[in-house]
């Protein structure tokens, strides 16, 4: 519990002090946010906004990771032990974000709102998401193959390793994505994830202390301390979102970008998949789907029944904006829809624990 209070605290604290910093320096490099043409007219006095303050998220939740292992003995430190399952966590969020720093960096250089082409940006995707599967197998403890255990709960044992490898794929690319659509208004995707790393932080702790209740596909227990470091990465995204919204919450003094979106996408397909709730993942995370599914019903619609449109725009919090609703209307109550889905989420997850022969209450 300690290390989660720790990793919360500094990863908050470093993104609360951080973030101005990184403003004032990207402004004076005038690395700044360009608005799509198409978009919301209301949304054109935001031009030139500082982007990219998805670098602070993914230092400060880094830092308050490794701090939180730090011990101190008499007049020595010492670090504990970092779990791979950790690692891949975060190796997750960085190679993502990396990935959407490009699409940042290539907005801004050629000064236009559209960054890599959809190619290359899947292709990147699809290459973390062939790092995850490798490591989650080589070094993750997790099953190359696939069964149901429950309705919150998944195992992989049943299947070919390759059909395992697309599923991993199609995760991230499509929970990346997912958070990258939503982030579209001031503070709703870093609102949003916070909840959804808050509702990880608490699977992962729980897991880690019922540990007998939880057995992999071979009746091996792959819970204990390796679930609780990755808890821990998890309470540091928390922390990290947290420190963020104060300076990114409507009206945004900074954007996360696709550096911030795409990695915060990795990291919940990532901790999903080491908390083996990938399926769960639909319902925590159950706004960023709305969005996504927004989107794939205006393409549908638009492509096969002659250029009619079901929204006003896609995604979603587009149309409430066209609709009349305030930017922030639409931010607040987005925000109480996602924590409603997390909190299913989280229900879902403790009566799968009491289907399992849990006493607690």
């Known amino acids: 519990m300690q290390g989660l209070l720790v990793a919360t605290a500094i990863a908050m604290a470093f993104a609360l002090v951080g973030t101005p ?26 031009h030139g906004t ?15 990771y490794v701090l939180s292992h730090v011990r101190l003995s008499g007049f020595s430190l010492s670090l504990t032990r970092m779990h791979p399952q950790a690692g891949l966590v975060l190796g997750a969020g960085w190679a993502l974000g990396l990935l959407g720093a490009m699409d940042d960096l290539t907005k801004i250089r050629h000064r236009r709102s559209l960054g890599l082409n959809k190619r290359a940006k899947v292709a990147g995707q699809v290459i973390a998401g062939c790092a995850l599967v490798y490591g989650a197998i080589t070094w993750g403890d997790v099953p190359s193959q696939i069964t149901w255990r429950g309705f919150a709960l998944a195992w992989f044992e049943m299947l070919p390793p390759i059909v395992f490898a697309g599923w991993v794929l199609l995760l991230i690319v499509g929970t990346s994505n997912a958070v990258n659509l939503t982030d579209g208004l001031d503070g709703l995707a870093s609102g949003a994830s916070a909840m959804a790393f808050f509702v990880f932080t608490i699977i992962g702790y729980w897991m880690a202390r019922h540990p007998g209740l939880y057995l992999g596909a071979r009746g091996a227990s792959f819970t204990d301390p ?17 420190g963020f919204l104060w300076w990114n919450a409507a009206p945004a003094r900074i954007f996360m970008g696709d550096t911030g979106s795409l990695a915060l996408g990795g ?73 409603l889905l997390s909190g299913l989420g989280l229900a879902l997850f403790y009566l799968e624990y009491l289907a399992r022969g849990g006493l607690e209450v």
């Open 21 to 46: 910093w990184l403003i004032e320096l990207f402004r004076a490099r005038g690395v700044g946010q360009l608005i799509r043409e198409d978009g919301p007219a209301a949304h054109f006095v935001k």
């Open 50 to 64: 500082p982007t990219m303050g998805g670098l602070v998220l993914l230092i400060a939740a880094t830092i308050g």
């Open 226 to 242: 390796r679930l609780l470091d990755v808890a821990v990465v998890s309470a540091a995204f928390l922390g990290a979102c947290i």
């Open 267 to 339: 990291v919940l397909a990532a901790l999903s998949l080491m908390t083996r709730t990938q399926l769960l993942l639909v319902v925590i995370g159950g706004l960023f789907a709305v969005e996504t599914l927004s989107v794939i019903v205006q393409v549908v619609s638009y492509r096969l029944f002659g250029g009619r449109r079901v929204f006003a725009m896609a995604p979603l919090h587009h149309h409430f904006e066209l609709r009349g609703w305030a930017e922030f209307t639409v931010i607040v109550r987005f925000w109480l829809i996602a924590a």
